[in-house]
Each structure stands twice: as structure tokens, then as C-alpha cells.
């Protein structure tokens, strides 16, 4: 069964900076996506199983940075120079395949989500 389990969210000022890990069952592609209210699910970040490969939103590229563990079953979201606009609830879930890398439908297991508040 795949499971994955994010942790490391919590409150931060603005230009601070947080870790979010990726506890995953397997070693697979994993994505990093976010959600803040009232808006639709945002992709963020992407890491290929082997983590040789990476793609980032526009929104992140040079701030934030995905990376995986010795063990490959740890994919981590390094996030620096926080802004506001980062407030959301984050996300990883399981490439499930497809063209686009981004695309929240070509994900098939998700992960419980944890809370990042950026205060200004």
C-alpha cells in the first residue's frame, strides 16, 4: 500500500525559511503541491526517483529547492526566502504517470498535507 506522510509545516516570518520532509512507503517520482484557501491545488516542485531530474513552478524556482534522502524514501522541501503568498496547506503525492509533470491528475496518492503560515 503507498502511503506518504509530509511533516515539518508550521509558522514562519516573512524571509524565513522551513524544511518539509516526504515520508514515502516506496521509492517512486514525488511531487510537491500546495493549497491555500479558496484557491485551487498549486503544483510546486517535482523530483524523478533517482532525484537526478527536478522541475519547479515559476512561482518557487530559486527559493525553494526538492531533494531526496540517502534512503530515497525521503523527499524534502527546502523552503527559503518565504513570502506570504507561500501560506498554504502543502502537499506530496505519487507521480502516477502521464505527459505533464505538474498536473495534479497525473498524481494518484497523496499524502495528508501539512499547514506552512508565512506572517508579514
Known amino acids: 500500500q503507498v502511503q506518504l506522510v509530509e511533516s515539518g509545516g508550521g509558522l514562519v516570518q516573512a524571509g524565513g525559511s522551513l524544511r518539509l520532509s516526504c515520508a514515502a512507503s516506496?521509492?517512486?517520482?514525488v511531487g510537491w503541491f500546495r493549497q491555500a484557501p479558496g484557491k485551487e491545488r498549486e503544483f510546486v516542485a517535482r523530483?524523478?526517483?533517482?532525484?537526478?531530474?527536478?522541475y519547479y513552478a515559476d512561482s518557487v524556482k530559486g527559493r525553494f529547492t526538492i531533494s531526496r534522502g540517502n534512503a530515497k524514501n525521503t523527499v524534502y522541501l527546502q523552503m527559503n526566502s518565504l513570502k506570504p503568498e507561500d501560506t498554504a496547506v502543502y502537499y506530496c503525492?505519487?507521480?502516477?504517470?502521464?505527459?505533464?509533470?505538474?498536473?495534479?491528475?497525473?498524481?494518484?496518492?497523496w499524502g495528508q498535507g501539512t499547514q506552512v503560515t508565512v506572517s508579514s
Open positions: 523530483i524523478s526517483w533517482t532525484g537526478s531530474n527536478t
Open positions: 503525492a505519487r507521480f502516477g504517470g502521464g505527459v505533464s509533470l505538474s498536473s495534479a491528475a497525473n498524481y494518484d496518492y
Open positions: 516506496g521509492s517512486f517520482a
